[in-house]
């Protein structure tokens, strides 16, 4: 359990750093963007610049995950039918 606490935390401190390549492979591990630490911030709302490399990693991942998500759902509605 420690080691998943870690892992989130990890994707919080290399956005507020603005660790690019750290927030990268996090993402790519499956780092989830919507966890929010002791503060209440996001991985997105600890990134210092708005539009960053950080950021837009964070954004678009969120983006990602939101159209994946809504496809899934379309697709279960039309195999129900």
């Known amino acids: 359990m420690r080691t998943y606490v870690w892992f989130l935390l990890c994707s919080h401190i290399g956005a507020r750093q603005n660790m690019y390549n750290c927030v990268l492979l996090l993402l790519a591990r499956g780092a989830r963007?919507?966890?929010?630490?002791?503060?209440?911030?996001?991985?997105?709302?600890?990134c210092l610049v708005e539009n960053n490399d950080c950021y837009v990693a964070i954004n678009l991942n969120i983006q990602l995950k939101a159209l994946v998500s809504n496809s899934r759902q379309r697709t279960q509605r039309i195999l129900t039918k």
């Open 33 to 46: 963007v919507d966890i929010t630490n002791k503060a209440g911030d996001s991985p997105l709302d600890c």
